[in-house]
């Protein structure tokens, strides 16, 4: 089953809405949001870096890093009541406008 945006957002509302302590604030959010890009850079480099993981490593994946990061961002933005569908629309929307010539298309075939 897919999930929208705003399916996710709910989600995650709905999850951290059962704990009293609710949302982190925003500042402790960034911290978590810094944690797990670092986290994520760190599995990056062991499988396309030139860093080998270590044997005593725990095995994680990019995906499941990935994973972290998305679910620490609808926190975030869901703590400060961003629509996270409507910030996507709005900077595809400034790509497809401001940067549209910046990067080289392919070609289409004739």
């Not at 990056?44 to 890093?65: A, F, R």
Request: net charge negative; charged share 40%.
């Amino acid at each position: 089953m897919d999930k929208s945006m705003r399916d996710m957002q709910k989600e995650v509302d709905g999850y951290i809405g059962q704990f009293k302590e609710g949302y982190f604030s925003p500042l402790a959010m960034m911290a978590r949001l810094t944690e797990e890009m670092g986290e994520l850079a760190r599995e990056v480099n062991h499988y396309y870096g030139e860093k080998p993981k270590k044997t005593s490593e725990e095995e994680k994946t990019i995906e499941e890093e990935l994973g972290d990061v998305l679910f620490v961002a609808i926190c975030l933005a869901n703590s400060l009541e961003i629509d996270l569908q409507t910030a996507h629309d709005r900077v595809m929307h400034k790509f497809q406008t401001r940067d549209k010539d910046r990067w080289t298309k392919i070609e289409e075939d004739k």
